[in-house]
Structures are given as structure tokens and as C-alpha cells.
């Protein structure tokens, strides 16, 4: 069975600095996908940023990038000048072709002015 | 594009009442469609998940029951709330070119009294 794990429930960083959000996840595929899901106040689910478990290189969007170390099943969010709206929750997720997604329990961010 | 919504936002019912969320989805044909609960402060929690009209797949045995009388419906029912029913609920779809990724509804905040 697939597992994702965020050991970090809550976390702060001071604005305009950067922050790092960990996961570790469990599976013995090796085809899947891995995302980071962004929950501000408002509750609505955004999908920040996808990466591909084929591909070597680490995703990168903007502000937001990823360390994808596949060996050691481990899917960390790096939040690179942080802002205030980046305030939320942020949840980890894997999903494996034909299969479902799985989600860990979240890490409460708080951005600090 | 795609678009996904739900309603109501939020709802208020007592104990022993009926329940019927709904969402839909527009801009995609045969989409999978995921509900999921998310209680206070904690991660997501899949209750079902459907691949086509007619097909649901219960991840959690509870009371609660899911229906997707066409391809881009799919409805949460409870014949009796109870209070450990509250909560929030997101409806979610995936499909297409680029099914590995997963897009939210807006929610619904449900609190049972």
C-alpha cells in the first residue's frame, strides 16, 4: 500500500524567507507522480506543483521548487522569498497510474510579517 | 476550460436528517471524480471514487453514499446525519490528457447539530 508522511504538522517562516516543507512517502512502483497541494483559509485546493517520478530533474515554479530524492522516497517543497499569502496548508500527495491519490496530513504554514 | 463546482457552501442540518451534496463538473467528459472529507485541523480522508456513470468505489464503510446518476455528477447522500459527520467536504476531479492530476471543487462546510 501507498503511504505519505509530513512529520512537520506546523511551521513559520518570516516573510521574504525561505522555507522548506518535508514528505516521505512509501510505495514499490516506480512509475507514479508526486504533487504539493496549497489549502489558504479559503479551504479551496490548489495545486502548486507536480513532479513526474521518471523525471530527474526537480520541478520548479516560480517561487516554489522541489528536492525529489526517488531513492530515498522523499518529496520535500522549498518556498523560496516567502509572502504572506503563502499562509496555509500544505499538503503532500502521490498517485500511482490507475490507482487513487493519496494524501498526507498536512503542514500548517504560517508566513510572518 | 475546465470547471468544478459545488453547492451548497455550507449547510447547517441536525442530527437524523437526510443529506445530498452535489457537484458537477464542466469542460471534460468522463472524468474520475473523487469526494472527500476533511475534518478540522486534519488531512483528507477519501470516502468515494467513481470512474464512469454507475460505477462507485466506497473507501470508507460508514453512512454516508455516493451516486453519479450522469458523466459529470456525482452526489454525496446520507439518509440519517450523525455528528461525527461534520465536516468539510471536496469534491475532486481528474481525467483526460493529464489524469495524474487532480483538481478541487470550492467545498461544502458541514456542520451537524
Known amino acids: 500500500a501507498q503511504t505519505v508522511t509530513q512529520s512537520q504538522p506546523e511551521m513559520s517562516v518570516q516573510e521574504a524567507e525561505t522555507v522548506t516543507l518535508s514528505c516521505t512517502y512509501d510505495?514499490?512502483?516506480?512509475?507514479?507522480?508526486l504533487f504539493w497541494y496549497k489549502q489558504p483559509p479559503s479551504r479551496q485546493m490548489i495545486l502548486v506543483i507536480r513532479q513526474e517520478a521518471y523525471k530527474q530533474q526537480n520541478a520548479t515554479e516560480n517561487r516554489f521548487s522541489v528536492n525529489f530524492q526517488k531513492a530515498a522516497k522523499s518529496f520535500s517543497l522549498k518556498i523560496s522569498d516567502s509572502q504572506l499569502g503563502d499562509t496555509a496548508m500544505y499538503f503532500c500527495?502521490?498517485?500511482?497510474?490507475?490507482?487513487?491519490?493519496?494524501f498526507g496530513t498536512g503542514t500548517s504554514l504560517t508566513v510572518i510579517p | 476550460s475546465q470547471t468544478i463546482h459545488q453547492w451548497p457552501a455550507t449547510l447547517v442540518q441536525p442530527v437524523g436528517s437526510p443529506l445530498s451534496l452535489e457537484c458537477t463538473v464542466e469542460?471534460?467528459?468522463?472524468?474520475?471524480l473523487y469526494w472527500y472529507r476533511q475534518a478540522a485541523g486534519r488531512g483528507l480522508q477519501l470516502l468515494f471514487y467513481s470512474v464512469g456513470i454507475g460505477q462507485i468505489s466506497s473507501e470508507v464503510p460508514q453512512n454516508l453514499s455516493a451516486s453519479r446518476p450522469q458523466d459529470r455528477q456525482f452526489i454525496l447522500s446520507s439518509k440519517k446525519l450523525l455528528l461525527s459527520d461534520s465536516g468539510f467536504y471536496l469534491c475532486a476531479w481528474s481525467g483526460g490528457t493529464r489524469d495524474y492530476e487532480q483538481y478541487f471543487g470550492p467545498g461544502t462546510r458541514l456542520t451537524v447539530t
Open positions: 500527495a502521490f498517485f500511482l497510474t490507475g490507482n487513487q491519490f493519496y
Open positions: 510505495t514499490s512502483e516506480n512509475n507514479y507522480y
Open positions: 469542460g471534460t467528459s468522463n472524468p474520475n
